[in-house]
């Protein structure tokens, strides 16, 4: 891999250090009391917007050529990082997934689909060796069976990001998970973090929601469904394997997740470093847009010394 390459993936790796821009140059920073920020700073320019998939079909071709198109478009743009989910639904028991178009899918069929994207994405990068993607291979916690399934999670993840170590050098696998307070109870999906991340060797990436956490309170408050702030904070963050790129769907939601992250600053000495925000316009027009959902963000963000931070991606979601 490029020097470039390398220094993504710890830069990635490195989750637990708060990223502040500061002019054109990103800092990592050791320690929250050392964070700045400039009021007077204007939004930087949102990233290239990604895109993560919810996955319709067990065909490897339809994922290959997926791939393929992120790779065209990062070789064609050049030097270019990105990071995509795939996302299979929710897991049953059995080892099978339950797509949103009500069809179901082996996990062996998820290694497949999985690994084919990646190799699609590896091919069509060309001669353009410094492009780089991260992918996130992901469930939902709707109705999932907690600790074993977290665990099962792993084992898919890890398989495919063993074969992808091994045959598309310019992909890193990690886990997903599209955690909404509403689809599941907290402690049935902490069993689920715990279990993924005392099973896997990669991380995995929280893409969901914070559904009814307080918009401009940080003192452990309730969300939905009988979850408070901790517990969101803890699985998109807090467990050893979370990061997150949380759903900016709305107006209010960049403000749910800056309240999460001055949480985790306050009362766990762990403010969130998020990936980016997640829009969904592609899906529903009356969402924000994708430049819209990261203005959103970094403003709410930067507003706090303890948050400040400009996140590296830009992802949106669409329909395979």
Request: with cysteine; proline share 4%.
């Amino acid at each position: 891999m490029s020097n470039k390459t390398i220094m993504s993936a710890w830069l990635k790796r490195r989750k637990r250090l708060p990223v502040v821009a500061i002019g054109t140059v990103t800092v990592l920073l050791a320690a929250l009391e050392f964070a700045v920020v400039n009021p007077a700073q204007a939004t930087p320019a949102k990233p290239w917007t990604d895109w993560g998939y919810y996955m319709l079909s067990t065909s490897t071709t339809t994922a290959y050529n997926l791939g393929c198109n992120q790779g065209n478009t990062d070789r064609d743009e050049g030097d270019i990082n990105s990071e995509e989910f795939l996302d299979f639904g929710v897991q049953k028991s059995g080892n099978i997934n339950l797509m949103i178009n009500s069809t179901d899918i082996t996990d062996a069929q998820i290694e497949s689909v999985s690994e084919q994207f990646a190799y699609g994405y590896w091919v069509c990068t060309g001669s353009d060796t410094s492009s780089f993607l991260t992918l996130a291979v992901g469930t939902n916690n709707d109705t999932n069976g907690g600790v074993d399934y977290g665990a099962t999670w792993a084992t898919v993840t890890d398989t495919v990001a063993s074969w992808v170590n091994a045959h598309a050098p310019q992909v890193v696998v990690d886990g997903g998970d599209d955690i909404e307070p509403s689809w599941e109870t907290s402690p049935t999906t902490i069993a689920w973090a715990n279990g993924f991340s005392d099973n896997a060797s990669t991380f995995y990436l929280d893409y969901g929601s914070a559904d009814g956490c307080p918009e401009s309170s940080s003192g452990n408050g309730p969300c939905n469904n009988g979850w408070d702030q901790y517990d969101v904070w803890y699985v998109a963050y807090g467990a050893p394997a979370a990061m997150v790129a949380p759903e900016i769907y709305s107006s209010g939601t960049a403000s749910e997740w800056t309240e999460l992250c001055l949480y985790g600053a306050q009362s766990q000495s762990e403010a969130i470093t998020f990936q980016g925000p997640l829009d969904d316009n592609a899906l529903d027009s009356g969402y924000l847009t994708s430049s819209e959902a990261w203005s959103d963000l970094w403003n709410a963000l930067n507003a706090y010394s303890a948050c400040a931070q400009t996140p590296l991606y830009s992802l949106e979601v669409h329909d395979e």
